[in-house]
């Protein structure tokens, strides 16, 4: 049996990660997922900016996914 986990830092091709895939493509459940599997690196994930420079919080802003931008601001202890 293997136990398997998300990597929030998972890269993409440069700074892109996971989280802010999940928050770009507007998936609450994936991102309490991460939350929930890497609960000492959520923070961390969620203030790291990508390749533009944008974090996961902005990713889900600019694309409208306000559950996700909710689920962001309630659940980070700090935003920067």
């Given at each position: 049996e293997r136990n398997y986990f998300v990597c929030l830092f998972?890269?993409?091709?440069?700074?892109?990660?996971?989280?802010?895939?999940?928050?770009?493509?507007?998936?609450?459940?994936?991102?309490?997922?991460?939350?929930?599997?890497?609960p000492e690196r959520f923070d961390l994930a969620l203030n790291t900016e990508d390749i533009l420079k944008m974090t996961p919080l902005h990713r889900a802003a600019i694309f409208d996914h306000v559950n996700v931008v909710e689920f962001l601001i309630n659940n980070v202890s700090s935003l920067f």
């Open positions: 998972e890269s993409l091709g440069g700074q892109f990660y996971a989280s802010a895939f999940a928050s770009a493509q507007g998936s609450v459940d994936m991102v309490t997922l991460m939350k929930e599997a890497q």
